[in-house]
């Protein structure tokens, strides 16, 4: 419950939970309310510390994190070895940023890191070298990997330069800039925000007869999540993505796949491409890649493509592949490798699933469940995946709706038998009662 209002000028902490300030719960929510855009729908809780799955409030009550920030805590929060690494960058004089326009080792690390740890990419166009391009957040990464598109385009197909276009989903979601929106289907996510950027068709996710039919002459591209994330957490038909693949090497075009939310684990695989062994051209990474500490993201293509398209003056970004950035990347990814975080997400998901199942053949509210590894959403028959993520909150479980008619179940993927009974009791009560 939210607690009365005092003075909140005072950042000391107050009580056995570690905390920023000594803000009551309702200055929190009054003011962020006052001074801070309402582009969120907020769920009733403020959160003073998270440590490995859990959540802490002002009284010291946890809650059980199966959000994990859209796959960004994968490792879980404050990971001991990425805090370790991160610290030790502040005090040793890596924490700050450096121009780009020299070099630092921990850039140089990270890039190695990241171009190493993901398979060889576009076998048709590289050599068997990948080369990474370092952003901030993960949408940069998406307009990144759409540049690459549009570039290779004009200047391998011929395409003339404003004519390219690229193939999108419906129901995707590729972040919230504008470019991104353009193509969104959502259209509280575009509208009165025109005009928009042209380029883009859309198709069914799932439909390969429907993307055959909208490739032309002037298409360059395609852009696909291997797993739909906010638009429902669905996974493709088998054979789609595969298909995908057939037709961009049949029309020279680049196969994107966006694993923000679904790679690193997340679903089972350490990269969800490879579930079907599909390998893409350009593969754009974020959130989890630095463990939840640091914002960073990664477009990762092949050699050829990358010098392609980027040259000294075509791209840049003050705090992309800064020092502290990058030396918590390494740490995150050698978490992922070390404590084997894919095999246990593939493990921990696949009874996490069944016992759903098992909830939801006794509940009259679910209408399906579906996903891989700790990536597992719920439809319900309401529409309103809201109202049950609010009954979850209230029994001390963080969750959330995707597409607004499925809870997304995507707790840290560190979580093992006890969270898991914690999470089914839960929904248990919820869903059955």
Known sequence: MLKTSTDSSDLRPVSDVAAFSTMTDRNVVDDESLFGAHHYRRLKAVVRRTQGAWLYTQDGERILDCLAAYSAANQGHHHPKIVAAAVAALQNGYGSVISNVVYTDALSAF????????????????????????????????????????????????IPDGKQEIIVFRNNFHGRMITIVSFSTSEHYKQGFGPLTPGFVTA????????????????????????????????????????????CDKHDMLLIFDEIQVGLGRTGKMFCFQHENVVPDVLILGKAIAGGIVPVSAMVTTAELMDLAFRPGSDGSTFGGYPLACVAGVAALGVIEEERLADRSAATGRILKQRI?????????????????????IEVKSGDAMEFCQKLLDLK??????????????????????????????LEKVLVG
């Open 111 to 158: 890039l190695k890191k990241v171009a190493t740890i993901v398979p060889a990419l576009s076998p048709r166009l590289g050599n068997g070298r990948n080369k990474v391009l370092a952003k901030n957040g993960g949408v940069e990464s998406v307009e990144t990997a759409i540049k690459l598109g549009r570039y290779y385009g004009y200047k391998q197909k011929g």
């Open 357 to 377: 199942l098992d909830i939801a053949s006794r509940s009259s509210h679910v209408k399906e469940v579906r996903g891989k590894g700790l990536f597992i959403g």
């Open 204 to 247: 069914d996710f799932g439909d390969l007869a429907q993307v055959e039919e909208l490739i032309n002459k002037n298409t360059c591209a395609i852009l696909v999540e291997p797993m739909q994330g906010e638009g429902g957490m669905y996974q493709p038909p088998d054979g789609f993505l595969k298909g995908l693949r057939e037709l």
């Open 397 to 426: 479980m963080l969750a959330n709706d995707s597409h607004h008619h499925t809870i997304r179940i995507s707790p840290p993927l560190i979580i093992g038998d006890q969270e898991v009974d914690y999470i089914c009791e839960r």
